[in-house]
T-cell receptor, first 111, second 113 residues
Framework: QQQVKQSPQSLIVQKGGISIINCAYENTAFDYFPWYQQFPGKGPALLIAIRPDVSEKKEGRFTISFNKSAKQFSLHIMDSQPGDSATYFCAASNNFNKFYFGSGTKLNVKP | NAGVTQTPKFRILKIGQSMTLQCTQDMNHNYMYWYRQDPGMGLKLIYYSVGAGITDKGEVPNGYNVSRSTTEDFPLRLELAAPSQTSVYFC????????????FGEGSWLTVV
Protein backbone atom coordinates (compact mmCIF):
# COMPACT_ATOMS: atom_id res chain seq x y z
CA GLN A 1 0.00 0.00 0.00
CA GLN A 2 1.44 3.30 -1.13
CA GLN A 3 1.47 5.62 1.90
CA VAL A 4 2.10 8.70 -0.24
CA LYS A 5 0.74 9.01 -3.79
CA GLN A 6 2.57 11.37 -6.14
CA SER A 7 1.66 12.75 -9.56
CA PRO A 8 2.52 13.26 -12.33
CA GLN A 9 5.16 10.64 -13.05
CA SER A 10 6.88 13.00 -15.49
CA LEU A 11 6.59 16.67 -16.33
CA ILE A 12 7.91 18.84 -19.14
CA VAL A 13 7.95 22.61 -18.57
CA GLN A 14 9.35 25.47 -20.60
CA LYS A 15 12.04 27.64 -19.06
CA GLY A 16 10.38 30.35 -17.00
CA GLY A 17 7.20 28.36 -16.47
CA ILE A 18 5.68 26.98 -13.28
CA SER A 19 6.21 23.34 -12.35
CA ILE A 20 3.60 21.78 -10.08
CA ILE A 21 3.89 18.36 -8.45
CA ASN A 22 1.15 16.93 -6.28
CA CYS A 23 1.08 14.46 -3.40
CA ALA A 24 -1.68 12.92 -1.33
CA TYR A 25 -1.64 10.87 1.85
CA GLU A 26 -4.12 8.97 4.02
CA ASN A 27 -2.45 8.68 7.42
CA THR A 28 -3.56 11.68 9.48
CA ALA A 29 -0.77 10.95 11.97
CA PHE A 30 1.83 12.22 9.50
CA ASP A 31 3.27 15.46 10.83
CA TYR A 32 6.22 16.32 8.62
CA PHE A 33 6.22 16.63 4.83
CA PRO A 34 9.57 17.12 3.07
CA TRP A 35 10.40 17.32 -0.63
CA TYR A 36 13.62 15.82 -1.95
CA GLN A 37 15.45 16.58 -5.20
CA GLN A 38 17.55 13.94 -6.94
CA PHE A 39 19.97 14.45 -9.81
CA PRO A 40 21.03 11.48 -11.97
CA GLY A 41 23.61 9.30 -10.27
CA LYS A 42 23.18 11.03 -6.93
CA GLY A 43 21.26 10.45 -3.75
CA PRO A 44 18.18 12.54 -2.95
CA ALA A 45 18.76 15.82 -1.09
CA LEU A 46 16.31 17.80 1.02
CA LEU A 47 14.80 20.71 -0.90
CA ILE A 48 12.09 22.11 1.37
CA ALA A 49 9.77 20.82 4.10
CA ILE A 50 6.56 21.80 5.88
CA ARG A 51 4.71 20.96 9.09
CA PRO A 52 0.88 20.69 9.01
CA ASP A 53 0.34 23.75 11.20
CA VAL A 54 0.99 26.06 8.22
CA SER A 55 -0.64 26.12 4.78
CA GLU A 56 2.33 27.39 2.78
CA LYS A 57 6.09 27.60 2.96
CA LYS A 58 8.27 29.45 0.48
CA GLU A 59 12.01 29.25 -0.05
CA GLY A 60 13.21 31.21 -3.05
CA ARG A 61 11.50 29.86 -6.17
CA PHE A 62 10.20 26.78 -4.32
CA THR A 63 6.86 26.77 -2.49
CA ILE A 64 4.99 24.01 -0.66
CA SER A 65 1.23 24.36 -0.47
CA PHE A 66 -0.43 22.22 2.19
CA ASN A 67 -4.14 21.36 2.47
CA LYS A 68 -4.69 19.48 5.72
CA SER A 69 -8.41 18.84 5.21
CA ALA A 70 -7.82 17.37 1.75
CA LYS A 71 -4.69 15.52 2.90
CA GLN A 72 -2.77 16.91 -0.04
CA PHE A 73 0.37 18.92 -0.53
CA SER A 74 2.15 20.21 -3.58
CA LEU A 75 5.46 21.63 -4.73
CA HIS A 76 5.48 24.70 -6.96
CA ILE A 77 8.65 25.72 -8.77
CA MET A 78 8.34 29.25 -10.07
CA ASP A 79 10.42 30.51 -13.01
CA SER A 80 11.59 26.95 -13.70
CA GLN A 81 15.16 26.67 -14.99
CA PRO A 82 16.96 23.91 -16.92
CA GLY A 83 19.07 23.36 -13.79
CA ASP A 84 15.89 22.33 -11.97
CA SER A 85 15.64 19.25 -14.20
CA ALA A 86 15.74 16.38 -11.74
CA THR A 87 13.52 13.82 -10.05
CA TYR A 88 11.45 15.15 -7.16
CA PHE A 89 10.10 13.04 -4.30
CA CYS A 90 7.54 14.03 -1.73
CA ALA A 91 7.63 12.26 1.61
CA ALA A 92 5.74 12.04 4.88
CA SER A 93 6.74 11.08 8.37
CA ASN A 94 5.13 10.34 11.70
CA ASN A 95 7.33 11.27 14.64
CA PHE A 96 10.34 11.22 12.29
CA ASN A 97 11.04 7.50 12.72
CA LYS A 98 10.02 6.30 9.29
CA PHE A 99 9.83 8.40 6.16
CA TYR A 100 7.49 7.25 3.38
CA PHE A 101 8.33 8.50 -0.09
CA GLY A 102 6.17 9.07 -3.14
CA SER A 103 6.97 7.39 -6.44
CA GLY A 104 8.83 10.41 -7.83
CA THR A 105 8.31 12.96 -10.61
CA LYS A 106 10.87 13.39 -13.34
CA LEU A 107 10.97 17.08 -14.28
CA ASN A 108 12.45 18.24 -17.56
CA VAL A 109 12.73 22.00 -18.03
CA LYS A 110 13.20 22.87 -21.72
CA PRO A 111 15.47 25.84 -22.50
CA ASN B 1 33.46 15.78 6.00
CA ALA B 2 32.47 12.75 3.90
CA GLY B 3 28.81 12.45 5.03
CA VAL B 4 27.26 9.09 4.14
CA THR B 5 29.56 6.74 2.22
CA GLN B 6 28.37 3.58 0.48
CA THR B 7 30.39 0.79 -1.09
CA PRO B 8 30.43 -0.73 -3.60
CA LYS B 9 29.01 1.69 -6.17
CA PHE B 10 28.24 -1.05 -8.68
CA ARG B 11 27.96 -4.81 -8.33
CA ILE B 12 26.72 -7.72 -10.40
CA LEU B 13 25.64 -10.81 -8.45
CA LYS B 14 24.60 -14.23 -9.59
CA ILE B 15 21.34 -15.72 -8.36
CA GLY B 16 21.88 -17.36 -4.98
CA GLN B 17 25.04 -15.44 -4.10
CA SER B 18 25.28 -13.33 -0.97
CA MET B 19 26.86 -9.96 -0.42
CA THR B 20 27.04 -7.03 1.99
CA LEU B 21 26.51 -3.40 1.07
CA GLN B 22 28.59 -1.24 3.35
CA CYS B 23 27.44 2.11 4.74
CA THR B 24 29.27 4.45 7.06
CA GLN B 25 28.55 7.99 8.22
CA ASP B 26 30.84 10.43 9.98
CA MET B 27 28.22 12.88 11.23
CA ASN B 28 27.49 11.06 14.52
CA HIS B 29 23.88 10.58 13.45
CA ASN B 30 21.81 8.19 15.55
CA TYR B 31 19.27 7.23 12.86
CA MET B 32 20.34 5.22 9.84
CA TYR B 33 18.22 3.86 6.99
CA TRP B 34 18.41 1.58 4.00
CA TYR B 35 16.14 2.31 1.04
CA ARG B 36 15.80 0.69 -2.35
CA GLN B 37 14.77 2.65 -5.41
CA ASP B 38 13.01 0.98 -8.32
CA PRO B 39 11.88 2.84 -11.47
CA GLY B 40 8.46 4.44 -10.95
CA MET B 41 8.25 3.09 -7.40
CA GLY B 42 10.03 5.73 -5.41
CA LEU B 43 12.05 4.87 -2.35
CA LYS B 44 11.02 1.92 -0.21
CA LEU B 45 12.35 1.54 3.32
CA ILE B 46 14.09 -1.80 3.90
CA TYR B 47 15.42 -1.45 7.47
CA TYR B 48 16.22 1.34 9.83
CA SER B 49 18.08 1.84 13.10
CA VAL B 50 17.56 4.39 15.85
CA GLY B 51 20.96 3.76 17.37
CA ALA B 52 23.72 1.22 17.91
CA GLY B 53 22.32 -2.20 18.75
CA ILE B 54 18.76 -1.34 17.64
CA THR B 55 17.28 -2.20 14.24
CA ASP B 56 13.76 -2.48 12.91
CA LYS B 57 12.02 -3.57 9.73
CA GLY B 58 10.73 -1.16 7.15
CA GLU B 59 8.28 -1.71 4.28
CA VAL B 60 10.25 -4.34 2.30
CA PRO B 61 12.63 -6.27 4.63
CA ASN B 62 12.31 -9.77 3.13
CA GLY B 63 15.59 -11.12 1.77
CA TYR B 64 17.73 -8.64 3.70
CA ASN B 65 19.45 -8.40 7.07
CA VAL B 66 21.13 -5.55 8.90
CA SER B 67 23.23 -4.96 11.98
CA ARG B 68 24.25 -1.83 13.85
CA SER B 69 27.22 -2.55 16.09
CA THR B 70 28.54 1.03 16.00
CA THR B 71 27.01 4.47 15.49
CA GLU B 72 28.94 4.92 12.26
CA ASP B 73 28.23 1.68 10.37
CA PHE B 74 25.02 0.10 9.10
CA PRO B 75 25.74 -2.76 6.65
CA LEU B 76 22.97 -4.36 4.59
CA ARG B 77 23.31 -8.08 3.87
CA LEU B 78 21.63 -9.81 0.95
CA GLU B 79 21.28 -13.56 1.41
CA LEU B 80 20.54 -15.78 -1.58
CA ALA B 81 20.27 -12.95 -4.11
CA ALA B 82 17.24 -12.98 -6.42
CA PRO B 83 16.52 -11.00 -9.63
CA SER B 84 13.83 -9.10 -7.71
CA GLN B 85 16.63 -7.54 -5.65
CA THR B 86 18.04 -5.79 -8.71
CA SER B 87 17.76 -2.16 -7.65
CA VAL B 88 19.56 0.96 -6.53
CA TYR B 89 20.19 0.94 -2.80
CA PHE B 90 20.54 4.11 -0.75
CA CYS B 91 21.86 4.37 2.77
CA UNK B 92 20.85 7.45 4.74
CA UNK B 93 21.23 8.97 8.18
CA UNK B 94 19.59 11.56 10.39
CA UNK B 95 20.23 13.21 13.71
CA UNK B 96 17.37 13.45 16.19
CA UNK B 97 16.63 17.12 16.67
CA UNK B 98 19.00 18.02 13.83
CA UNK B 99 16.33 19.64 11.67
CA UNK B 100 14.94 16.27 10.62
CA UNK B 101 16.94 16.26 7.40
CA UNK B 102 17.79 12.83 6.02
CA UNK B 103 21.23 12.72 4.38
CA PHE B 104 21.59 10.15 1.62
CA GLY B 105 24.62 8.39 0.22
CA GLU B 106 25.21 8.31 -3.52
CA GLY B 107 23.72 4.88 -4.00
CA SER B 108 24.80 1.34 -4.83
CA TRP B 109 23.65 -0.13 -8.15
CA LEU B 110 23.05 -3.87 -7.79
CA THR B 111 22.17 -6.24 -10.61
CA VAL B 112 21.28 -9.89 -9.94
CA VAL B 113 21.58 -12.17 -12.97
Amino acid sequence: QQQVKQSPQSLIVQKGGISIINCAYENTAFDYFPWYQQFPGKGPALLIAIRPDVSEKKEGRFTISFNKSAKQFSLHIMDSQPGDSATYFCAASNNFNKFYFGSGTKLNVKP
Amino acid sequence: NAGVTQTPKFRILKIGQSMTLQCTQDMNHNYMYWYRQDPGMGLKLIYYSVGAGITDKGEVPNGYNVSRSTTEDFPLRLELAAPSQTSVYFCASRLTGGGNTIYFGEGSWLTVV
